[in-house]
């Protein structure tokens, strides 16, 4: 058995942490490229996994004496700064979606059931025969509106019994994990599947009365593809269908919900730029992270299921549900139409300027393009 001296596990691990810390400063530059490739937009994701890096790094640098450098070490403290300043910035991207910042969408009031309005969003894996486990979830869940996706037919056929009490539907079933179901509890108008980008990614677009019987609530629901080599090798179309919703919504004025798995996190800049095009707001802000995926691996999670609400609406309960034996845990959003309180909360809008206007019109061009090229590439294979 080898032997191991003090010198040998110091360098040990000297190089370990320098290797820790080269990659956590990578992960926390290369978003900032704005490229839309996959391998660099996935670095969107773990941010806080990052910072649980960075400070590793940080509490090692410090024990292994970093702050005080040898002649041949000058270079650490410039190293032990670049972490800590990377930590700061991480921290500070993460900071709104933890109880320590102020709520964008404030805690409900109302206390009639007339103007209330509850969602569920469900990924259910399309391969997950557990569906047991997600009818009683949705059951328990009781939500006016849910929406299920990666739901090919068998899916439809296991979720049927939801009718019985949601008869409002607007289904979609797909078997190439793009599928979706629509099952509403109040009455709809004009519900359309549209396909906004992707020819084979379809969407909700509908209205949804509340239970007060005047108000007309406009809903959208996403589930667009993500930046993942076996998806799509880039964000564009993912970026193009967000931002194409937000650009019809900025021409409205009315009570709005934006719901789904979107395939991206809170914090990315896609979903920022969203925000302040749509002039929408997302509850999580001051509630929490409630990440949503991956349902089976505790140290890897991150909220890609969302709701965008206008400000409209107040929340009244908000959770993530139990596991249904999909890679997402579900989300569950109640929320209480208050109109009055709507100036109180536009001052909590991310404002859009000419540049973030120009950036999605570009965004959209690019998004469309790529998917004509795929059309064409597809095309040719088959000739």
């Given at each position: 058995?080898?032997h191991?001296?003090d010198?040998t596990?110091h360098t040990?691990?000297?190089?370990?942490?320098?290797?820790?810390?080269?990659a956590?400063l990578i992960?926390?530059l290369?978003?900032?490229?704005?490229?839309t490739i996959?391998w660099i937009?996935v670095f969107?994701f773990p941010?806080?996994?990052i910072v649980?890096?960075?400070?590793?790094?940080l509490?090692?640098?410090v024990l292994l004496?970093?702050h005080?450098?040898?002649a041949?070490?000058?270079?650490m403290p410039?190293l032990?700064?670049?972490?800590a300043?990377?930590?700061?910035y991480q921290?500070?991207?993460?900071?709104?979606?933890?109880?320590?910042?102020?709520?964008?969408v404030g805690?409900s009031t109302?206390t009639d059931?007339?103007?209330?309005?509850?969602?569920?969003m469900?990924?259910v894996?399309?391969y997950?025969?557990?569906?047991d486990k997600?009818l009683?979830v949705?059951?328990?869940?009781d939500a006016d509106?849910?929406?299920?996706v990666?739901?090919?037919?068998?899916?439809?056929?296991?979720?049927?019994p939801?009718?019985?009490?949601?008869?409002?539907?607007c289904?979609?079933?797909?078997?190439?994990t793009?599928g979706l179901?629509?099952f509403?509890?109040?009455?709809?108008?004009?519900?359309?599947i549209k396909y906004?980008i992707?020819?084979?990614v379809?969407s909700?677009h509908t209205k949804?009365?509340l239970?007060?019987?005047r108000?007309?609530?406009?809903?959208y629901?996403?589930?667009?593809?993500?930046?993942?080599p076996?998806?799509?090798e880039t964000?564009t179309r993912r970026d193009?269908?967000?931002?194409?919703?937000?650009?019809?919504?900025?021409?409205r004025?009315?009570?709005?919900i934006v719901?789904?798995d979107?395939n991206?996190?809170?914090?990315?800049?896609?979903?920022?730029?969203?925000?302040?095009?749509s002039g929408l707001l997302d509850p999580?802000?001051?509630r929490?992270?409630?990440?949503?995926?991956?349902?089976?691996?505790q140290?890897?999670?991150?909220p890609?299921?969302h709701?965008?609400?206008s400000?409209?609406f107040k929340?009244d309960?908000?959770?993530r549900?139990?596991?249904?034996?999909?890679?997402?845990?579900p989300?569950?959003?109640?929320l209480s139409f208050e109109?009055?309180?709507?100036?109180e909360q536009e001052?909590?809008l991310?404002e859009?300027?000419?540049?973030?206007k120009q950036?999605a019109v570009?965004k959209?061009?690019?998004?469309k393009q790529?998917?004509?090229?795929?059309?064409?590439q597809e095309?040719?294979?088959?000739?």
């Amino acid at each position: 058995m080898p032997h191991f001296d003090d010198f040998t596990w110091h360098t040990l691990a000297q190089a370990l942490v320098l290797l820790l810390a080269a990659a956590a400063l990578i992960a926390t530059l290369l978003p900032l490229m704005r490229q839309t490739i996959w391998w660099i937009r996935v670095f969107d994701f773990p941010r806080l996994q990052i910072v649980g890096v960075l400070l590793l790094v940080l509490v090692a640098g410090v024990l292994l004496g970093w702050h005080q450098p040898a002649a041949d070490t000058y270079w650490m403290p410039a190293l032990l700064a670049s972490v800590a300043l990377a930590t700061g910035y991480q921290a500070f991207r993460i900071l709104p979606y933890t109880p320590l910042a102020g709520k964008h969408v404030g805690d409900s009031t109302r206390t009639d059931g007339e103007g209330h309005l509850s969602l569920v969003m469900m990924n259910v894996l399309q391969y997950n025969k557990q569906s047991d486990k997600a009818l009683k979830v949705l059951q328990e869940a009781d939500a006016d509106v849910i929406m299920a996706v990666e739901t090919d037919e068998w899916w439809h056929q296991q979720l049927k019994p939801m009718e019985k009490t949601h008869p409002y539907t607007c289904h979609e079933p797909l078997d190439n994990t793009y599928g979706l179901l629509f099952f509403s509890r109040l009455p709809l108008d004009g519900c359309e599947i549209k396909y906004l980008i992707d020819d084979d990614v379809p969407s909700v677009h509908t209205k949804v009365q509340l239970p007060d019987g005047r108000t007309w609530v406009r809903v959208y629901g996403l589930h667009p593809k993500p930046p993942a080599p076996a998806e799509s090798e880039t964000s564009t179309r993912r970026d193009a269908e967000l931002l194409l919703v937000g650009r019809e919504l900025e021409e409205r004025d009315e009570p709005t919900i934006v719901f789904g798995d979107m395939n991206d996190v809170a914090w990315s800049h896609t979903s920022e730029l969203f925000r302040r095009i749509s002039g929408l707001l997302d509850p999580r802000v001051g509630r929490g992270l409630m990440p949503t995926f991956h349902a089976e691996y505790q140290l890897l999670r991150w909220p890609l299921d969302h709701v965008f609400v206008s400000p409209h609406f107040k929340v009244d309960e908000m959770e993530r549900l139990p596991y249904v034996g999909s890679d997402h845990f579900p989300i569950y959003i109640k929320l209480s139409f208050e109109p009055q309180d709507k100036a109180e909360q536009e001052k909590n809008l991310e404002e859009a300027d000419a540049a973030d206007k120009q950036e999605a019109v570009e965004k959209i061009q690019e998004g469309k393009q790529e998917e004509r090229e795929e059309e064409a590439q597809e095309a040719g294979v088959r000739a």
